[in-house]
């Protein structure tokens, strides 16, 4: 038995241990957002995010991930709504046949937590892995520029929150809400 934590939540599994997490996910658990595609690490349809870090699910053995923090893209919604990464895509019109898209999305937010102003090479860097079959690349990095945008204004806010709740107005109303 290992323990797996997806998506904030933990699942206990009896594996083999040859499984890879990409087969985890989709065949055991029913995540299947996360795209099967070459399962040779050369499209990137497959990306997860493991402690913060992209990492290609079709030959990660899920048994090497136990007990790590592991976000598909079903995790990205948050209290019913898109991420901002996600919603970027969808207006900035990114999406065409949409089945590179999971890994397109989790590749961008990997990269934009850790930089939320990436240039164009830091951008294309960071989705080196992933391969759009429809070539919508001009619309995925301008999704990834706006999605960074709205990234570092909802971090600003959260730093304004955080930053002192006993002499702000706006964390007192935030704390009653909560």
Known sequence: MITLIINEK????????HETLLEVLRDQLGLTGTKTACSESECGTCT???NNKAVLSCITLACNVQ????TTIEG?????ELHPVQQAFLDQGAVQCGFCIPGMIMSSKALL???????????EYGLDGNICR?????KIFEAVRQAGQEMKKHQQLRDIVNSDSTTSPLNETIETVQ
């Open 10 to 17: 933990k699942y206990e599994l009896a594996l083999q241990g």
């Open 76 to 80: 990205l919604v948050e209290r019913g």
């Open 67 to 70: 007990g790590e923090e592991i």
């Open 48 to 50: 997860v995010i493991i």
């Open 134 to 138: 429809c070539a919508g690349y001009l």
């Open 113 to 123: 937590d850790k930089n939320p102003e990436p240039s164009q090479e830091e951008i």
